[in-house]
């Protein structure tokens, strides 16, 4: 852990070093990839563990909400402004406890995805390893039933970074440092795709 060995100038210093090292199209990458789900009325699906389950969470929830104008938000309106079909897997205890209980924490992801996805959808991947038996077991998946798969890794990508068709890879062996990135990076793709959708900023007409 880095942090037991650095202070926090040196450890917000590498910190700022590692964020420039970022590959930019992999970021641009994911953000098409949800403004092209948004644009085809696709879900997108988001999950991990630990850390990259959080990341799961928070970056659903941003999306969900978070890209919406005010007037879209009212529940009072003619319900015409698209939404992002965004869900965290990662969420639903009650699935979670008992997929994980009966089948086995190897299908808690795969099996939601069963129940919920289709060709076409995008499936987010977050793991720091890249070897979450769970993770890589929604992604194979997902993969054979043409899906769009996008993987987000630390260390040296493990089975995922293979087994995902796009991804971003944090190549540090720090899972601190790597989870930190990773959500940075998730809130600019909310912006950006905020931007899109509402035709402000860069995409201003």
Known sequence: ??????????????????????????????????????????????????????????????????????????????????????????????WLTALGNDLGYEQVFVQQLMHYAAAGDLVVAISGSGNSPNVLAAVDWANRRDLITFGMTGYDGGRLRELQQHGLHVALDDMAMVESIHLAVCHWVVDDLSARINGEGRYRA
Do not use: P
Not at 47 to 53: I, P
Not at 58 to 63: I, P, Q, V
């Open 1 to 94: 852990m880095l942090g037991s060995d650095l202070d926090i100038g040196d450890y917000l210093d590498h910190l700022r070093d590692e964020l420039t090292r970022v590959d930019r199209g992999a970021v641009r990458q994911l953000a098409d990839l949800v403004y092209q789900a948004w644009e085809r009325e696709k879900f997108v699906f988001l999950f991990g563990n630990g850390g990259s389950a959080t990341t799961a969470s928070h970056l659903a929830e941003d999306l969900g909400k978070n890209c919406l104008s005010e007037a879209a938000l009212d529940y009072r309106s003619d319900g015409s402004h698209r939404r992002l079909k965004v869900l965290s897997l990662t969420d639903n205890t009650g």
